[in-house]
């Protein structure tokens, strides 16, 4: 079992900067690729960007070069660091970490809100 817990968030102006953060605990020797994704109100969960366990990221277009994923494995925790924000970026955020038996598992969720 693999346990996610997110923290960062909340309300921002366009324009401004948020972090949010996700500590990994269990069974964290299992987990390869972990993922911040994203969700709006009645549209399909979006992967926003990855990183590998050797720190290869991937970004969505919406993001690149606004958005930044790290990773600290010494303190199994992965971070999204978002410069520029957009209204458009307003959304629930969630962690996901990928397991090298192919399980996955989410965080609960941090809510980030960017206003015009």
């Known amino acids: 079992q693999v346990q996610l817990v997110q923290s960062g968030g909340g309300l921002v102006q366009a324009g401004g900067s948020l972090r949010l953060s996700c500590a990994a605990s269990g069974l964290i020797a299992a987990i390869g690729r972990m993922n911040w994704y994203r969700q709006t109100r009645g549209k399909q969960r979006e992967l926003v960007a990855s990183i590998t366990s050797s720190g290869t990221t991937n970004y969505a277009e919406a993001v690149k070069g606004r958005f930044t994923i790290s990773r600290d494995n010494a303190k199994n925790t992965v971070y999204l660091q978002m410069n520029s924000l957009k209204p458009e970026d307003t959304a629930i955020y969630y962690c996901?970490?990928?397991?090298?038996?192919?399980?996955?598992?989410w965080g609960k969720g941090s809510l980030v809100t960017v206003s015009t």
């Open positions: 996901n970490a990928n397991t090298k038996g192919g399980i996955d598992y």
